[in-house]
């Protein structure tokens, strides 16, 4: 099971996102749960990464644990929202059509 959460400030900009787990919906490099999910996280934080303004930091200690942090955003936050919004929508889609192997957790 995958489990995204996902941290939103006050205004539900993206402050923070944590992947976890594996979806177990194939096998091995070919789970297309956990494809899906890396590429929608990691999209967004090459996104935000190259936005003028914002400071993100990623990290991805093990296989199957994924996340970024937006360290300062002073400039950009409607792109920024933008993109957060890019996120959720894809997570959500996710997760909803493969319940049994993602979750997503959102809050501010």
């Known amino acids: 099971m995958i489990v995204a959460d996902v941290v939103l400030d006050k205004a539900g ?3 923070s996102c ?3 787990g ?3 919906a ?3 490099g070919d789970d297309i749960v956990c494809a899906a999910v ?3 996280a990691r999209t967004a934080l090459r996104t935000l990464s ?3 303004g914002v400071s993100v930091s990623g990290f991805a200690p093990e296989r199957g644990a994924f996340g970024f942090d937006i360290r300062a955003m002073s400039a950009e936050t409607d792109f920024a929202a933008g993109v957060t919004e ?3 929508e894809g997570l959500r889609s996710v997760a909803q059509e493969y319940p049994e192997y993602c979750i997503v957790r959102v809050r501010t």
Do not use: D, T
């Open 13 to 15: 900009v993206i402050k």
């Open 18 to 20: 944590r992947i976890e």
């Open 22 to 24: 594996h979806a177990g």
């Open 26 to 28: 194939g096998p091995k």
């Open 38 to 40: 890396s590429v929608l």
């Open 50 to 52: 190259r936005v003028e």
């Open 86 to 88: 890019f996120l959720l």
